[in-house]
């Protein structure tokens, strides 16, 4: 919650292409947003966040707790490729939400960035071609204020219920592979450098690392991982996009949007929203490794019978 607005602004950054730029960087497009869409509007989407991210970092702690345990030697620590095949199994296992999860959300936090363009599209064919009042009205059917978003924006269950009528569970499932691709190096690279970030904090005491320790790692290690992997999150992210502006590029696949992307952006587009990525997985991962730390969920277990 506390670092969905900066996600959303890494979403509609990494998805605008040379042709249809409105955000130059990551203020510009909270200012942009709260401007035309409500402070609200920073949030588009938080509701499949809140309900899909809390079994998904879940599967992904326990995931790799469970993989570096079966790999352990008699309580023995881990040598580095042990701890980065523990991190594969878990970046392996967490796609099952994940990518349902970020489908959704992408198509919501991009809403307003399509409208915008569209729009802008539309204003700019009137006043090129001076057109008469009544091809206005039929080229912008909707009163349009500058600086407003004339549409609705599809809620998630909308999306859902669409997806599954036009596509079954596939559709939900769509930029799958490449979702496996961002999320499997990603925590490659994550736990083993947390863990030994932690183990570092521990000043040769026995037991765990203080909770700050904990935190430090955790975003340090975040940061770290997201920013390695955020070309492959813009792939995802373009292909995950359902809607398009009028003027913005369809992609088919992993390698036809890498080819794309090279001839039309440069390398440098495979870089687009970084610092966003690395400023919303550092909190994120740090509050996460805390409370995992701190047993929260072992000790509200402890109060049901029978625990």
Known sequence: ????????????????????????????????????????????????NLTLVTPEKAIKLAANDFFRQY???????????????????????????????????????DAGRIDHSNTAKRLEIMVNNNLTQDAQRKLMPETVVPGTVPTKSPTAMQLTRELLKEKGIAGLYKGLGATLLRDVPFSII???????????????????????????????AGSTAAVAVNPVDVIKTRI?????????????????CISKIMKNEGPSAFLKGAYCRALVIAPLFGIAQVVYFFGVGEYILSFLPGN
């Open 1 to 48: 919650s506390c670092v969905f607005p900066i996600d959303l602004a890494k979403t509609r950054l990494q998805n605008q292409q040379n042709g249809s730029r409105l955000y130059t960087s990551m203020s510009d497009c909270l200012i942009k947003t709260i401007r035309s869409e409500g402070y609200f509007g920073m949030y588009r989407g938080s509701a499949v």
């Open 240 to 256: 995950q996009s359902m809607n398009r502006g009028s003027t913005e590029e369809t992609y088919s696949g992993v390698t036809d």
């Open 71 to 109: 790999l352990s030697k008699d309580g023995q620590k881990l040598t580095l490729v042990k701890e980065m095949l523990a991190g594969c199994g878990a970046g392996t296992c967490q796609v099952i939400v994940t990518t349902p999860m970020e489908m959704l959300k992408i198509q919501l936090q």
């Open 190 to 220: 994550y736990f083993p450098l947390f863990a030994n970030l932690n183990d570092l904090g521990k000043r040769g005491a026995e037991g765990p690392a203080p909770f700050y320790v904990s935190f430090l790692a955790g975003c340090l």
